[in-house]
């Protein structure tokens, strides 16, 4: 595994962490490495995030509605 050095990081943000490492009853390196994770596995499409909390699967049943198609704008004075 490869490790990761982070310097300068503010005082307040560092103690916001120390306090959320200590809510979730684990260490502030564990803490970091779950923010990490996080971050870079999140999902790059709205649509997976829709996926994840709602549908059928989850007891929501989301009809949507039918769009007509839209007119261009016209830009000319």
């Known amino acids: 595994m490869a490790s990761l050095s982070v310097r300068r990081i ?3 943000i ?3 962490l120390r306090v959320r490492a200590a809510l979730h009853g ?8 779950q923010i990490i994770v996080q971050a870079v596995t ?3 499409r709205i649509s ?3 996926k994840k909390y709602f549908g059928l699967e ?4 989301l009809t949507i509605a039918e769009r007509k198609p ?8």
Do not use: W
């Not at 684990?26 to 490495?33: C, L, N, Q, Y």
């Not at 839209?70 to 004075?77: I, K």
């Open 14 to 16: 560092y103690e916001r």
């Open 10 to 12: 503010d005082k307040a």
């Open 48 to 50: 997976e995030v829709f």
């Open 70 to 77: 839209h007119h261009p704008l016209e830009f000319d004075e």
């Open 26 to 33: 684990i260490s502030m390196e564990e803490e970091v490495r």
């Open 58 to 61: 989850n007891g929501v049943d």
């Open 42 to 44: 999140a999902p790059t």
